[in-house]
């Protein structure tokens, strides 16, 4: 039965290279597997792009293309990558940049573009595509004024098409985590576009895989004291059968751990219906999987059921929600909590008498509620040894949101007793929102364009 390997060398933007060149390396696989997005992420690049037009893919990108390179042209393992971003065009360049500063001849680069909505927007409602936020049903034109960018989740289907046409890389934009694991699967195994169970599992499969380490031990709940050498944890690898048999491992010699209790925990990270998990090539039923320790750090996966991909396809838009002032003082012991809460009392009264009041405020204290919220014990903060506060708020101008800060700084001499930890006003930064929808597929997937260039010197 014809088989294919598959390792994971990425789960965001800002992850270790390392993990990829030890899959690389010691993982025996055909296909390396990296996923740099996140919605947060869109948003960051966004920024760059906004700032800078050559920008707007992941700045690591040519890093990872650096350490890996010179180790899967060897052994003859393509890569694939949404590090694209919202500038999926400029990371190829930078791609075969890099190979050709490497002296790597030959190399094929493939573009899949069509994600990018950004223009799109009164052409799609016309269309008849309302793109009403998914979470409120508020209609678009509330934010259209301050859109900035839009990208739809692509599915495997151009990822095929870019293996099948010779790519070596791949560099995608906005494709689904999920589906950059399965294209090489459906390319190597010949897996129909309605075989829904085979697909499930490629889906389950790249759900396991898209946050690198936490399948391996990383992030772990249980008995993570007892996690092996996470300092150079292995990333993960799947074994893939045409008749959708799987197996889940790490490299040999790597850290970390592989066992049904690590894999589990992963396969419920950010799920919200288990019985429906969407993806833009089939929706999977993840209640239905089968995971069984099958030898030293290895899992087997089976039972997977999947049923018809859905009709729309999820988008997410980006637009101008106002400008980020936030103040920060730590406090310590005694009466910590006490001393940041009238700080906390103090800000709000000084931003009053200045006119500088937030859209909305986040006050928090660090060390205390900040993760708990409402659920944090007070009582046992009341004797903390030391406190952060920390507040945030959301204004209309910049101008705002840099003079709010400001005027917490007097509070190092004028407020309760102070020992360092932060006083200094931190700069204003544009925030932007996050508006998910739904668009027809058709209407992005007729768009879409895969482009394969080969670097020469």
């Not at 309302?130 to 990208?151: K, P």
């Not at 991909?309 to 002032?325: E, F, M, N, T």
């Not at 800000?347 to 009041?357: K, P, Q």
């Not at 903390?384 to 949101?401: C, D, H, K, W």
Request: glycine share 12%.
């Amino acid at each position: 039965m014809k088989t294919v390997r598959i390792g994971a060398g990425q789960g965001f933007y800002g992850d270790t290279p390392d993990g990829a060149v030890g899959v690389a390396e010691r993982g025996d696989v055909a296909y390396i597997c990296c996923d740099a997005l996140a919605e947060l992420t869109m948003a960051v690049l966004q920024k760059d792009r906004m700032r800078d037009a050559g920008g707007g893919f992941a700045r690591d990108l040519p890093a990872f293309m650096r350490a890996l390179l010179p180790v899967t042209r060897g052994k003859g393992i393509r890569i694939i990558t949404n590090g694209g971003g919202m500038n999926p065009v400029a990371a190829a360049a930078a791609v075969r940049q890099v190979a050709g500063e490497l002296g790597i001849d030959g190399l094929r680069v493939a573009t899949v573009s069509g994600d990018d909505i950004t223009t799109r927007f009164d052409e799609l409602r016309a269309r008849g595509a309302e793109l009403r936020n998914m979470d409120t049903g508020a209609d678009l034109a509330t934010i259209r004024d301050r859109t900035v960018f839009g990208v739809a989740y692509l599915g495997a289907r151009p990822v095929v098409e870019a293996l099948a046409r010779g790519a070596d890389v791949v560099v995608t934009g906005r494709v689904a985590d999920a589906s950059l694991f399965l294209a090489p699967m459906v390319h190597e195994l010949g897996w129909r576009w309605d075989d829904w169970d085979r697909l499930a599992t490629g889906v389950v499969l790249g759900h396991l895989m898209e946050c690198s380490g936490q399948a391996t031990g990383g992030n772990f709940s249980g008995d993570w004291w007892n996690i092996p050498d996470l300092d150079r944890v292995g990333y993960p690898v799947c074994e893939v059968g045409e008749d959708g048999s799987a197996l889940l491992t790490k490299p040999a010699q790597t850290g970390g751990r592989v066992s049904v209790e690590t894999v589990a925990e992963q396969l419920l990270y950010e799920v919200l219906d288990p019985h429906r998990y969407l993806n833009p090539d089939v929706v999977a039923d993840f209640t239905s999987v089968r995971l069984e320790d099958s030898g030293a750090d290895t899992v087997s996966i089976s039972g997977v059921r999947g049923s018809a991909r859905p009709d729309q396809l999820k988008a997410v838009i980006g637009y101008l929600d106002g400008w980020l002032g936030a103040a920060m003082i730590g406090y310590s012991w005694p009466n910590a909590l006490a001393k940041a809460r009238h700080a906390a009392l103090l800000i709000d009264r000084l931003a009053e008498r200045a006119g500088v009041v937030p859209l909305e405020q986040v006050t928090e204290y660090i060390g205390i509620d900040s993760l708990h919220g409402d659920a944090a014990d007070l009582g046992a903060a009341a004797d903390a040894n030391e406190v952060t506060l920390r507040i945030a708020g959301r204004f209309a101008t910049e101008a705002e949101a840099r003079s709010f800060p400001r005027l917490a700084t007097p509070l190092a001499l004028n407020g309760p007793p102070f020992i360092g930890g932060g006083s200094t006003p931190q700069a204003a930064r544009a925030l932007l929102g996050v508006w998910p929808t739904l668009v027809p597929r058709e209407h992005i997937e007729d768009g879409v364009e895969v482009v394969v260039d080969e670097v020469a010197r």
